[in-house]
């Protein structure tokens, strides 16, 4: 109504007693016209009325009376419709240089305004209901789009599965990347652990072979059971060690994976109390920063059986001390084992790490804790070799990855 007002404004032209109007607001559709109830006029300051569309003057008087630029709104209730009626003031300058304040009235039927509401209805339902369906397409094309990598991810398992190919290929997104790197790392470490497997049982065969042969050659033997005893006792012991050992790896076969880390410090401090009580006269010292906590992902068997060996090796050679030390260097953990005895010959420092190999053969053992140590390392991605301690004993140097979390 308010737009009706200005066309009616800008199409008339205002002279000391009369108005003019322009045809041409009555040619725009929907203006004022009968079918509609649209009517509009105007009346001057004593409430005459100088200009109407039609049929107004018998159905409503407003008063001049309301103040310059204001608009007026309300329903007139003497209607039987309650029409909508928007009054606006203006002073008007007459070529003659007086002001001259009209009142522009629009009056409006609400049928027609009810008949716009319905049409406005549609249309927003209509509007609606094509941006909901645009919406639900849209969404559609975005799930299948996001998709697509894990449906690519899911191919790529089952090529893996097949034995097509041995990870998980292409290039994604950094959250799945991460959950590729992931999958690959399990993948790696499941062939690994079968591969390990497959060369554990070998060599418990081919281990486990040679003293059942020598057994049954001595049955075969018209020589005395007595005579035989110690042969048989070396070839029992021999195979109990070897079944041991293999027992032991599966037990470790674990995957790197999904072990949870664990801080390393209280794990190593219970094991040196232990320790040191099989050798009270030997020091057993441990140098760690107290602001330290690194982890890593190792499962507390694996600590103990890993650091174990190592520790007890060391109490074993050493005078009269041990001393383990933790350092961190970038995203490495580096722990120390050093001690005060003989050391270890440049020579055979890379001989100490094979099963059964050792290096005192009147000091009491198998030779199997070190070769078990270095195995578990290795599964941890770690390292291990010998040096010279700083005491001019052994130095054993184990590295391995700082869990950050």
Not at 74 to 96: E, N, T
Request: aromatic share 8%; charged share 25%.
């Amino acid at each position: 109504m308010e737009n009706q007002i200005y066309s009616l404004i800008g199409s008339i032209n205002v002279s000391e007693n009369e108005i003019e109007t322009s045809n041409d607001i009555f040619l725009q559709a929907d203006f004022f016209d009968d079918q509609h109830r649209r009517y509009a006029y105007v009346l001057d300051e004593g409430d005459q009325v100088l200009w109407a569309s039609s049929k107004v003057y018998n159905q409503l008087i407003l008063s001049s009376d309301i103040d310059v630029n204001r608009w007026e709104f309300f329903r007139d209730r003497s209607s039987p419709d309650y029409s909508f009626v928007l009054a606006h003031k203006v002073s008007w300058v007459l070529p003659s240089g007086q002001d001259k304040q009209l009142v522009m009235v629009i009056y409006e039927s609400p049928t027609s305004f009810a008949s716009k509401l319905r049409s406005f209805r549609q249309r927003l339902w209509i509007f609606l209901l094509i941006m909901a369906g645009l919406i639900v397409i849209i969404q559609m094309i975005l799930i299948q789009w996001g998709l697509r990598p894990l449906a690519k991810i899911s191919n790529q398992l089952e090529l893996v599965r097949s034995g097509e190919q041995n990870n998980i290929e292409g290039q994604y997104t950094y959250e799945l990347d991460q959950v590729r790197q992931s999958i690959n790392e399990f993948i790696a470490q499941e062939q690994i652990q079968f591969q390990q497997l497959t060369q554990s049982m070998r060599n418990l065969s081919h281990s486990v072979k040679t003293p059942l042969a020598i057994l049954k050659t001595l049955l075969d033997n018209e020589a005395s059971i007595a005579d035989q005893r110690k042969i048989y006792l070396q070839q029992l012991h021999s195979i109990e060690s070897t079944t041991q050992y293999y027992l032991n790896q599966a037990q470790l076969e674990r995957s790197r994976v999904f072990t949870p880390p664990i801080s390393i410090v209280p794990e190593l401090q219970r094991m040196i109390t232990s320790i040191s009580k099989l050798s009270p006269q030997k020091e057993i010292m441990l140098s760690v920063d107290s602001s330290m906590d690194p982890k890593v992902r190792m499962s507390r068997d694996e600590i103990y059986e890993c650091f174990g060996n190592l520790i007890e090796n060391a109490q074993k050679y050493s005078r009269s001390k041990v001393t383990l030390s933790i350092r961190i260097q970038a995203s490495d953990l580096l722990i120390y084992i050093d001690d005060d005895g003989p050391g270890i010959d440049a020579g055979i420092r890379e001989k100490i790490f094979e099963r059964g190999y050792r290096v005192d053969e009147n000091i009491e053992g198998q030779g199997l804790g070190l070769s078990i140590s270095k195995q578990i390392i290795e599964k941890a991605r770690g390292q291990i070799n010998v040096e010279t301690s700083p005491f001019g004993g052994c130095r054993i140097r184990v590295v391995l990855q700082k869990i950050e979390h």
